[in-house]
């Protein structure tokens, strides 16, 4: 399966920024998927989940509140809403999928990978 992330861009602080992640190829519905970032000299790090189904979400201590994870299976698409952003949330932010049974957060789980976006948050 391949993905492609959009929706990045600049923003300042308390505002908001709706992400996309386009996939094509295989059967998009039968796959979890992800979103990681990476800031600037930091690791990349897990922000959310959902599953297959769209049933079941995870999320990272550091937005739960602020970020929603959603999928419409039928435009082979998941959507990550990012509301009250904050300066930290600056980061390149990347889709990927695993075709695991359990949804897991570890990045090592998942088996494809889409391009990163840019979000930048000014202060």
């Known amino acids: 399966v391949q993905l492609q992330a959009s929706g990045g861009g600049l923003v300042q602080t308390g505002g908001s920024l709706r992400l996309s992640c386009v996939a094509s190829?295989?059967?998009?519905?039968?796959?979890?998927v992800g979103w990681f970032r990476q800031a600037p000299g930091k690791e990349r790090e897990f922000v959310a989940a959902?599953?297959?189904?769209?049933?079941?979400?995870s999320y990272a201590d550091s937005v739960k509140g602020r970020f929603t994870i959603s999928r419409d299976n039928a435009k082979n698409t998941v959507y990550l809403q990012m509301n009250s952003l904050k300066f930290e949330d600056t980061a390149v932010y990347y889709c990927?999928?695993?075709?695991?049974?359990?949804?897991?957060?570890?990045?090592?789980?998942?088996?494809?990978w889409g391009q990163g976006t840019q979000v930048t948050v000014s202060s």
């Open positions: 190829g295989r059967t998009f519905s039968a796959y979890h």
């Open positions: 959902i599953s297959w189904s769209g049933s079941s979400q």
């Open positions: 990927a999928a695993q075709s695991s049974w359990r949804m897991t957060i570890r990045q090592f789980d998942y088996n494809y």
